[in-house]
C-alpha cells in the first residue's frame, strides 16, 4: 500500500458519515442524501455498504449513544465527530457482524488528526465490557412518548420489533391469475408477500412488468375505489406511481399529477416497464386543477412518512412536532381544494404513511366530504377497518406474517 493510500473500505464509512451528517445535523431524507454523500463511490457494493450501515445505525441510535455515554466520563455533544465515528464502529460489530478490529480500523482514519485517541478508547472498552445491543432496538424518546399516547403500549412493542427485523417485499400485481400463480404469502388480490430481497429486478416478471414494489398496506387506497370501468380519476400526489399503476390496471382513466419531475420520470418508467398507461401532469395541485370534474380522486398526500420507518429509520430522527403540524395543514389544504373536483356522487380516498393522528384521523371532523365506510370484505386479510368506517394500519397488525407499514385512509363521498 502507499504511504498515503485510503485503507480498503474506508471510504464507505467515510460516506456512511456523510450520510448520517446530512440525516441528523441537516435533517435530510437518507436516500435524498445518497448521492452528495456516497455518489462518488465507484463501486456499487460500496455505495450498499455506506447506506446499509447508515440505515442501521439509525435504526439502533438510542442504544448505540446509551453505549457510548456509558462509557465516556464527558458526555460528547451529540454533533460530535467522535460521537459520529463511535456509532459507526459499534453499529458495525454489534449489528452487522464486521469483527471488531476491522470495525475500528476502518473508522479510525475519519477521525486522523482529531480524537482518535478517545474513540479509540471507548471502542475498545465497551468490546472489553462485551456489551451488546437490545433487541429489539429502543424508539428515540420523543417518537415513543408520541406514539404511546396515540396508539398505547402494543403498538410501540409492535414498533420496536417491527424495527428489529428486514421488512418483507410485498409485490402488486395488474392481473390476478398471474398473482395467484406467483410464489409467495398471497394476503390479498393481486398481491404476493416474499421474504427481502436485494435484487428485485431480477425476480421473474419484472422485466415484463408484470409486477411492481408496494407495501401491502399502500394498496390500500386504490383498493378502495374498486374497478374503474372506463370513469375518470385523479391520482394526486402520484409518483413514483404505485397507486396510478393499481388504478390504471383495475380499468380507471387515470390523470397522474406529481410537482417533482424526478419522482415523475420514475413513474413513466413504471408505466413503460407495466405496459399500463395514464395522463402525466407536472404540477403543484394547490396551483392545477382538472379541465372537468372527475368520477374518482385518490389523494395520496404528501407526509411526515413516520409509518414507513422500517424502510426509512431517518424518519424517526428528521420528523419533529413542527413538521407534523405543517404537513397537517398542507394536507387540509389539499383535501379541501379536492373535494371540489369531484363530480355529485363521486369518491374521494385520502390517504398519508403517517402514524401521527394530526396527519389522519384528525382530518375526519373537517373533511368537506361524507364519510363512506370501509367494508371489511373490501381489505386485505387480518386487516379490519376503524369502527368509524376509516382504514389504521399499524405494525402490530399481520405482525406474524411480516406486519404493514403505517397508514391512515378514509374514503369519501360529494
Ligand atoms: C406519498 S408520496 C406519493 C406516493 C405515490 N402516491 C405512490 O403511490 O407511489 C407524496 C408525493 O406528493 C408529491 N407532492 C408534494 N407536494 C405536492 C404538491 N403541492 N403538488 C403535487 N404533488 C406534490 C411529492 O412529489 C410525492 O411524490
Redesign the pocket.
Known amino acids: 500500500m502507499k504511504p498515503n493510500s485510503t485503507p480498503p473500505g474506508v471510504d464507505a464509512r467515510r460516506a456512511a458519515l456523510r450520510l448520517l451528517d446530512a440525516v441528523l445535523r441537516r435533517g435530510l431524507p437518507l436516500e435524498a442524501a445518497l448521492d452528495g454523500a456516497a455518489g462518488d463511490l465507484a463501486k456499487p457494493e460500496d455505495r450498499g455498504l455506506a447506506h446499509a450501515i447508515a440505515a442501521e445505525t439509525l435504526r439502533r441510535l438510542p442504544d448505540l449513544d446509551a453505549l457510548i455515554d456509558s462509557a465516556t466520563q464527558q458526555r460528547l455533544p451529540p454533533d460530535a465527530k467522535a460521537r459520529f465515528a463511535l456509532r459507526i464502529a459499534l453499529v458495525q460489530a454489534l449489528a452487522l457482524g464486521t469483527p471488531p478490529h476491522a470495525a475500528i480500523a476502518t473508522v479510525l482514519p475519519l477521525v486522523d488528526g482529531g480524537p482518535r485517541r478517545l474513540v479509540h478508547g471507548v471502542f475498545g472498552a465497551l468490546m472489553r465490557r462485551k456489551v451488546s445491543l437490545p433487541a429489539p432496538p429502543s424508539l428515540p424518546r420523543g417518537v415513543a412518548e408520541r406514539w404511546l399516547a396515540a396508539w398505547g403500549r402494543d403498538m410501540v412493542d409492535a414498533a420496536r420489533a417491527a424495527l428489529a427485523t428486514p421488512p418483507p417485499l410485498d409485490l402488486s400485481f395488474a392481473d390476478a391469475e398471474v398473482a395467484r400463480n406467483f410464489a409467495g404469502d398471497h394476503l390479498a388480490e393481486r398481491h404476493a408477500r416474499i421474504p427481502p430481497q436485494s435484487r428485485v429486478a431480477e425476480l421473474p416478471g419484472f422485466a415484463e412488468g408484470q409486477w411492481w414494489v408496494?407495501d401491502l398496506a399502500?394498496s390500500i387506497p386504490a383498493r378502495l375505489l374498486g374497478p374503474g370501468e372506463g370513469r375518470t380519476v385523479l391520482?394526486?400526489?402520484?409518483?413514483?406511481?404505485?397507486?396510478?399503476l393499481q388504478l390504471a390496471s383495475a380499468g380507471w382513466r387515470v390523470t397522474a399529477?406529481?410537482?417533482?419531475a424526478n419522482?415523475l420520470e420514475r413513474l413513466r418508467e413504471n408505466l413503460q416497464r407495466t405496459r399500463l398507461s395514464a395522463e402525466v401532469v407536472e404540477?403543484?395541485?394547490?396551483q392545477w386543477e382538472p379541465a372537468a370534474p372527475v368520477d374518482a380522486i385518490l389523494l395520496?398526500?404528501?407526509?411526515s412518512?413516520t409509518g414507513i420507518f422500517r424502510r426509512h429509520p431517518d424518519v424517526l430522527h428528521r420528523v419533529r412536532p413542527k413538521v407534523i403540524a405543517d404537513m397537517a395543514e398542507l394536507q387540509r389544504a389539499?383535501l379541501a381544494r379536492a373535494a371540489g373536483w369531484l363530480k355529485p356522487g363521486g369518491t374521494l380516498v385520502f390517504s398519508t404513511?403517517s402514524l401521527e393522528p394530526d396527519e389522519g384521523e384528525s382530518h375526519l371532523e373537517q373533511a368537506p366530504l361524507t364519510l363512506h365506510p370501509v367494508d371489511p370484505n373490501e381489505l386485505p386479510a387480518g386487516v379490519a377497518p376503524h369502527p368509524d368506517g376509516h382504514v389504521r394500519t399499524l405494525p402490530a397488525m399481520l405482525a406474524e406474517r411480516g406486519a404493514l407499514d403505517g397508514f391512515f385512509i378514509a374514503r369519501f363521498r360529494r
Open positions: 408496494q399502500a391520482d394526486l400526489c402520484a409518483a413514483p406511481g404505485g397507486k396510478t399529477v406529481d410537482s417533482s419522482r404540477a403543484d395541485v394547490m395520496d398526500a404528501p407526509c412518512a389539499m404513511c
